[in-house]
């Protein structure tokens, strides 16, 4: 059942620009999603950034009660992307009462949107 549904749009000259700074890197994105950053550049990013906004929207909080960092967005072997929560991201999926989040990412015209839904 669904619990919660998020989604963002997000600019990729937007988050480019951040990029600039090393430190924002560092404090949005866990150590494997900036290696994936690093071989896939800004549009990549700004796809991961727009997934994080989605899942803290689906969450019902946005970043209330937990970091960017607790959610992490990795993708499998086919390319699909997957939300791993942490800390306080972990424990208010679990107060909703869902199990698991689903996202999608789509990049277009300079800009990344995703989808993210709580189940």
């Keep these: 059942m ?6 963002d749009l997000v600019e990729v000259r937007r988050v480019a620009r951040g990029m600039e700074n090393p430190r924002f ?7 494997g999603e900036r290696e994936a950053i690093a071989h896939k550049g800004a ?7 727009a997934a994080k906004e989605a899942v803290s929207k689906a969450l019902g909080t946005g ?8 959610i992490e967005i990795l993708t499998d ?3 699909a992307p997957h939300a791993y929560l942490r800390g306080g991201a972990q ?12 996202v999608s990412i789509s990049h277009d ?4 949107m995703a989808v993210a839904a709580a189940e």
């Design 2 to 7: 669904l619990k919660g549904l998020g989604c």
């Design 25 to 31: 890197l560092e404090r949005v994105f866990t150590e």
């Design 43 to 49: 549009s990549a990013a700004a796809g991961l950034w």
């Design 63 to 70: 970043f209330v009660g937990f970091a960017l960092r607790d």
């Design 77 to 79: 072997e086919d390319g």
């Design 91 to 102: 424990a208010r999926l679990a107060a909703l009462g869902a199990l698991s989040i689903w």
């Design 109 to 112: 015209g300079g800009f990344a």
